[in-house]
């Protein structure tokens, strides 16, 4: 396995690759999987390790968010992340889909119980409804600071933040290996005969055997 996350568009039973992530779900997949979410088969692997949500308004709050940090001049390296999110805006407007399907199974393959042992079937599907959770508190508050009308210089400053939105105070140094602003990509390792980027000789990748692990 490649241990990644994977993100796609989806439109009329069309796939539109739009990023991976090693090691690692970044908090824009978060974003843009939070609105709307349910829990559905994985189309890669055979498990029901899937998560589908609505697209737009996930592109939404995940825009509003980054435009609120560029305002706000707090992140570090500032000019390094104007353009990462101005980079990210062009991809993504590309992009054609009603909803996003995030495939995190790789992923969970990788934990374990308390005995060390990794996780069966059930268990896989246990974290993914913890994760659809998550990302549905994560939409919950973009839309509360958003209601808050905060100053976007001061926020970060708030006692707040970091009691409240302690996830997103953290992306202030550490937005480059979590927010996942450089894993935008039209051909990723999974992908679909159906996507319009996909490759003459690609085919549809067999859904991976959790119980036969890669060493």
Do not use: C
């Not at 495939?103 to 308390?114: R, S």
Request: glycine content about 6%.
């Amino acid at each position: 396995m490649a241990n990644r996350s994977y993100i796609y568009g989806l439109i009329n039973d069309k796939y539109y690759s739009i990023g991976e992530y090693p090691y690692f779900i970044p908090y824009a997949y978060r974003i843009l999987a939070a609105y709307d979410n349910k829990i559905v088969d994985s189309h890669l692997f055979d498990k029901i390790v899937g998560i589908e949500a609505d697209f737009l308004r996930g592109k939404e709050a995940l825009y509003w968010l980054l435009d609120f940090l560029v305002e706000g001049g707090q992140m570090k390296d500032p000019d390094d992340f104007k353009n990462a999110v101005i980079a990210t805006k062009k991809f993504i407007d590309a992009i054609t889909a009603e909803q996003i399907l995030l495939e995190n199974g790789e992923l969970y393959a990788l934990y374990t119980n308390e005995d060390d042992t990794y996780l069966d079937g059930p268990g896989l599907e246990k974290v993914n409804g913890y994760a659809r959770e998550d990302y549905q508190w994560i939409g919950e508050d973009i839309d509360n600071i958003k209601k808050l009308n905060l100053a976007p210089h001061r926020f970060f400053n708030l006692e707040e933040t970091e009691k409240l939105w302690k996830w997103l105070a953290d992306l202030k140094d550490t937005w480059k290996e979590k927010l996942g602003l450089d894993s935008w990509r039209k051909i990723l390792y999974f992908q679909f005969t159906d996507d319009p980027n996909a490759l003459p000789d690609e085919a549809r990748m067999k859904p991976f055997d959790f119980d036969e692990k890669a060493s």
